[in-house]
């Protein structure tokens, strides 16, 4: 059993010492790691798990003043996306105006 366990028998696998090339293993987290990119700015994404917490934060978030000239832009291209829709269906927008 000698001579025949030298020719069946498993090698060990080889181990090789890899590094990349620019990962200094320093790093502030996992480089593996795969993170949404604007999760640090989001207040919604806290650790508390429950519903009326989620619910709260999102009313709180609501609240926050946005950019003005955003809530402006919002509007105007609303207000033409809806009349564009209006025009497509033939829609008669006399009936909003007097004589």
Known sequence: ??????????RKNRQFEYNPRYYDGRGKANPYKIEPKFDQFR????GSRGLKSKINRAIEDSKREGDRNLKIRMAVILAVLIF??????DFD???FFGN
Request: proline content about 0%.
């Open 1 to 10: 059993m000698g001579l025949l366990s030298k020719i069946t028998r498993l």
């Open 93 to 95: 927008l006399s009936i």
């Open 43 to 46: 207040t919604t994404l806290g």
């Open 84 to 89: 564009i829709v209006l025009f497509i269906l």
